[in-house]
C-alpha cells in the first residue's frame, strides 16, 4: 500500500509564491517518477510537472519559467515551488507517483487547494 501526503496549499495573491509537498510512504520499492497534477471547476485534471527517479523534468508550457519541481530521494518526497502565480493557477493540486515494479498504475495523493486571488 502507497500513501501520497501532500501540504503547503493556500490563498495567494497573483505574483505570489507557493510551495507544495508531497511525501510517499509505504510499499515503495522503486520510484519511476513523481509529479504534479491539477484540476481546476469544470475541467479535467491536466499534467503540471514531472520528475524521473533520474532527475529528467517535464513542465506544461504554461508553467514553465514560473514552476520548478524538485525532489529528495531519501525523504521520498517532491515538491513544486510556484511563482508568479496567476488566476489562471487555481486548482486542486494532486501529488502523483508511479513506480517500476507496478507500470500502468497511478497513486493519488488527496489534493491540496491552490487559490490566486486578490
Known amino acids: 500500500q502507497v500513501q501520497l501526503v501532500e501540504s503547503g496549499g493556500g490563498l495567494v495573491q497573483p505574483g505570489g509564491s507557493l510551495r507544495l509537498s508531497c511525501a510517499a510512504s509505504g510499499s515503495i520499492f522503486s520510484i519511476y517518477t513523481m509529479g504534479w497534477y491539477r484540476q481546476a471547476p469544470g475541467k479535467q485534471r491536466e499534467l503540471v510537472a514531472t520528475?524521473?527517479?533520474?532527475?529528467?523534468?517535464n513542465y506544461r508550457d504554461s508553467v514553465k519559467g514560473r514552476f520548478t519541481i524538485s525532489k529528495d530521494n531519501a525523504k521520498n518526497t517532491v515538491y513544486l515551488q510556484m511563482n508568479s502565480l496567476k488566476p489562471d493557477d487555481t486548482a486542486v493540486y494532486y501529488c502523483?507517483?508511479?513506480?517500476?515494479?507496478?507500470?500502468?498504475?497511478?497513486?493519488w495523493g488527496q489534493g491540496t487547494q491552490v487559490t490566486v486571488s486578490s
Open positions: 502523483n507517483l508511479k513506480l517500476f515494479n507496478r507500470p500502468g498504475v497511478d497513486y
Open positions: 520528475i524521473t527517479s533520474g532527475g529528467i523534468t
